[in-house]
């Protein structure tokens, strides 16, 4: 009799509920890790720095579930060594700084290409303003 193979989940396949907080425990069952694990990665990875609650108890904000995830896909799926992942996710935080958020916003010297789009913008502006209104 054939054996049903069991699907195995990436750290892609995560779905992160929509929370300002979770506990460790969660965070170990959404990654699929023991808490001990997670411990140990917060003192490996300056990336995971849960805050601590009145009573002591780590909270993980979206964003340290997220590195989790990376963290994990780095180390087991990917093959990468604990100093190799610390390297790779500071690398990958260095481009996404330098990279600016929206194309419109990157700092250029292009004044012609500012000076039309502002005269684009004043010939919208005109259409606009001489439409007749209902």
């Known amino acids: 009799m054939p054996t049903a193979k ?9 779905n992160i509920p929509e929370k300002l907080y979770f ?5 170990a069952e ?5 808490p001990y694990v997670l411990r140990f990665w917060e003192t490996e990875f300056p990336q995971l720095k849960p805050t ?9 904000r979206r964003r340290d579930v ?10 087991y799926e990917e093959g990468f060594t604990i100093a190799g992942a610390r390297e790779k996710l500071k690398a990958d935080a ?4 330098q990279q600016p958020p929206l194309p419109f916003l990157a700092p250029t010297s292009n004044r012609d290409g500012l000076k039309r789009v502002r005269a684009g913008l004043e010939d919208i502006l005109k259409m606009l303003s001489a439409r007749p209104r209902a």
Do not use: F, H, P, W
């Open 6 to 14: 069991k699907k195995r989940t990436t750290s892609t396949d995560v």
């Open 66 to 75: 997220e590195n989790v995830l990376t963290i994990k896909r780095l180390l």
């Open 23 to 27: 506990r460790i425990g969660e965070v």
């Open 30 to 34: 959404l990654a699929k890790l023991e």
């Open 94 to 97: 260095k481009v996404s700084r």
């Open 52 to 60: 601590k609650s009145s009573t002591g108890q780590r909270m993980y």
